[in-house]
């Protein structure tokens, strides 16, 4: 078995893909906001107790797919989750756009700041890890 293995780890992998796949998201919202009729669009949170729910049955983390047409095989597919988020009508353009730039750019840095903490408690648990096997 490999180190990277472990359930943490592949609960971390997963909360990294999830991050990179929501970026991706958001900032196809920017790059739409100026397109009539679009709605922006987010990814469903990923929930860690659905996580360890499916851990404790499968052996295995892996999200859920809410459509048969979703790849299961592990790994987030694209569109898994997405959900149109609701406009209030004053946040909504007359040609019917509902993106506003500013809360777009501030879930782009929150995102951000999540990703590198994943990324950092990845590498640190890593690094514990290799410390203790060394000794």
Not at 85 to 92: G, M
Not at 120 to 125: E, F, N, Q, V
């Amino acid at each position: 078995m490999a180190l990277t293995d472990l359930p943490m780890f592949q609960a971390l992998r997963q909360k990294m893909q999830w991050h990179q796949q929501r970026q991706g998201v958001l900032a196809e919202n920017v790059a739409n906001a100026d397109t009539p009729g679009y709605r922006s669009k987010d990814l469903k949170d990923l929930s860690f107790g659905d996580m360890v729910q499916a851990e404790a049955g499968s052996g295995a983390l892996r999200p859920v797919a809410t459509n048969a047409g979703h790849i299961t095989t592990g790994g987030i597919s694209a569109g898994v989750g997405t959900k149109v988020s609701k406009a209030s009508s004053f946040e909504r353009t007359p040609d019917g756009n509902s993106v506003v730039l500013e809360e777009q750019m501030m879930k782009v840095a929150e995102n951000q700041i999540d990703y590198q903490t994943a990324t950092s408690l990845y590498t640190r648990s890593l690094g514990m890890f290799k410390t203790a096997l060394r000794r």
